[in-house]
């Protein structure tokens, strides 16, 4: 069963900086989009980047520019590297991978998916 472990979550001030790591249980490329969702109290689970087998990438409007999301499958890892965090940015952010495509899938068809890792920026 393939197991997706985050970490690098904390605390920090506004415009900060903080570097997310996924680990999987398997070898990276056998995934095809990998990425990285986040869910704020109260809020729906929202997409913030993805990866795709290829490289291709796409970021959530809120975070271009201050976010970058990268993938080493020889070392099984999925990371994500944030900027100039606003404290819209808090929430409990989360690992995702699914075998198909990134343009095939949306949130419900990830299907795999880790227990998450919390980001708290104070402004």
């Known amino acids: 069963q393939v197991q997706l472990v985050e970490s690098g979550g904390g605390s920090v001030q506004a415009g900060g900086s903080l570097r997310l790591s996924c680990a999987a249980s398997?070898?990276?490329?056998?995934?095809?989009?990998m990425a990285w969702f986040r869910q704020a109290p109260g809020k729906e689970r929202e997409e913030v980047a993805t990866m795709d087998r290829d490289r291709s990438t796409r970021y959530a409007d809120s975070v271009k520019g201050r976010f970058t999301i990268s993938r080493d499958n020889a070392k099984n890892s999925l990371y994500l590297q944030m900027n100039s965090l606003k404290s819209e940015d808090t929430g409990r952010y989360y690992c995702?991978?699914?075998?198909?495509?990134?343009?095939?899938?949306?949130?419900?068809?990830?299907?795999?998916w880790g227990q998450g890792t919390q980001v708290t920026v104070s402004s």
């Open positions: 995702a991978a699914t075998r198909f495509a990134c343009y095939l899938v949306s949130r419900a068809n990830f299907g795999y």
């Open positions: 398997e070898y990276g490329g056998s995934f095809g989009c």
